[in-house]
């Protein structure tokens, strides 16, 4: 066998990172295939699920509506206008205790992806 003939049958080094090249993209291009097939499925899903968390809500302020407006029909008789008072007080407290859990929560970093991002910083530093 000469030179040309060994040639032939092994790729050589250029020859084998270029196949490895031509298959990593390969690989990469599938993955992000697949990745977007998924994200629109997950996308229609996410919609759907707004959608009818959206409602539940619409929903849930007509029913505290209604219940309030019986409250203060039944209470009417007996306390008059205080019953719009009382109730504004209890709304108002409520209010408060919510946006308080919620102010809470952002000082605590509870939306801030901690370990994404340290996984991210890793990567980063380990390429740099």
Known sequence: ?????????????LGGITS??????GLL????????????EVRNHVIELIA????AALFTWFALAYGTATIVALAWESMGWK??????I????????????????LKQGKLAFPETMKELRNDRDMLM
């Open 1 to 13: 066998m000469d030179i040309n003939e060994a040639r032939v049958q092994s790729p050589g080094l």
């Open 20 to 25: 490895l090249t031509k298959n990593v993209f």
């Open 29 to 40: 291009v599938s993955r992000v295939e697949l990745a977007a097939l998924e994200l629109t």
């Open 52 to 55: 009818i968390f959206a409602a």
């Open 83 to 88: 019953i719009l008072l009382v109730l504004f």
């Open 90 to 105: 209890v709304f108002a407290v409520l209010t408060l205790v919510l946006v308080m859990k919620g102010l809470s929560m």
